[in-house]
């Protein structure tokens, strides 16, 4: 907060409020002016008085605070000790990161506990070892993403809170949507060393075949898998194995409820997409069957 021009109490880049040390300023500045040759408290001193006075929120980030910091010393033709204090920002910038990537008591105490946000992030995950499992190796992901594949400002802007990336867990793409008309012809296959089915001639056959696909493929995206045109394509099942509507309800109660198990990473569900057609559309009807 700040009064009358006093900066009294900052925001961590956590979120937290703490007391503003106008000291921390101060040392910062003069380590970098000490790195360039010039180690002179006063005119560190005179710096970081000068930026407190340019700071116009009440209660400033430290990332703000930072910036300004860079600011002023352009200002004052300092360019070499601006870039050692770059330097100095992005050195401990690793080390924060380093300490938050290998903090595993914390993140598992956190966990056990109940006091990190992340743990909520996701509604469709449950308290257990797999969720435990997929907390600890979300926090690595999410450091990668942060610091090697996002831009700093985008990375920046997510860690003070203004905005929020979702599933930084996840070291992926996020929804992806499949042709069913391929796995109906080419049958569940395409991974060597793996199990495979040849294409499914029944009902029950191709839906037992489309969960394992839903729930294979979950494994390598953030987001839902998708297949569009379900009734249309499943229809002809249907004709052929001369089923009721008791069975074809029967058959895909068993379905929905096979593909609500938690069998995703983390004692999830899987995030699924089915789109239903209603009325068959223009492009199929003069397909063969």
């Known amino acids: 907060m700040k009064i009358n021009g006093i900066i009294e109490t900052v925001q961590k880049r956590d979120g937290r409020i703490v007391p503003f040390e106008f000291e921390k300023i101060t040392f910062a500045v003069f380590k970098a002016l000490r790195a360039i040759g010039q180690p002179d408290r006063a005119l560190a001193q005179k710096i970081a008085q000068n930026v407190i006075g340019k700071i116009t929120s009440k209660v400033p980030a430290v990332e703000e605070i930072?910036?300004?910091?860079?600011?002023?010393?352009?200002?004052?033709?300092?360019?070499?000790?601006a870039k050692a204090y770059i330097i100095y920002r992005k050195q401990h910038e690793g080390f924060r990161n380093v300490k938050e990537l290998f903090s595993n008591i914390d993140i598992i105490e956190d966990y056990l506990h109940n006091n990190d946000w992340r743990i909520k992030e996701s509604a469709n995950s449950t308290y257990s070892l797999q969720g435990m499992n997929q907390h600890i190796s979300t926090i690595i992901s999410s450091q990668y993403w942060l610091n090697k594949i996002y831009p700093t400002e985008i990375a920046n802007v997510h860690k003070q809170g203004k905005l929020h990336i979702h599933d930084l867990g996840y070291l992926s793409v996020y929804c992806v949507g499949w042709d069913l008309q391929e796995l109906i012809m080419v049958g569940f296959k395409g991974v060597p060393g793996k199990i495979e089915s040849k294409p499914a001639k029944h009902f029950r056959t191709l839906l037992g075949q489309i969960v394992n696909f839903f729930y294979t493929m979950q494994g390598e995206a953030a987001g839902a898998q998708a297949f569009s045109n379900f009734d249309t394509y499943l229809v002809p099942f249907i004709r052929h194995d001369n089923l009721s509507f008791k069975e074809v309800r029967q058959a895909l109660q068993e379905?929905?409820?096979?593909?609500?198990?938690?069998?995703?990473?983390?004692?999830?569900?899987?995030?699924?997409?089915?789109?239903?057609?209603?009325?068959?559309?223009?492009?199929?009807?003069?397909?063969?069957?």
């Open 255 to 289: 379905f929905m409820f096979n593909m609500n198990i938690p069998t995703r990473v983390g004692f999830q569900t899987p995030f699924t997409n089915i789109n239903l057609d209603l009325v068959i559309p223009e492009n199929m009807k003069e397909l063969a069957v």
């Open 66 to 81: 930072q910036d300004a910091v860079e600011f002023e010393l352009f200002e004052q033709k300092l360019y070499k000790a």
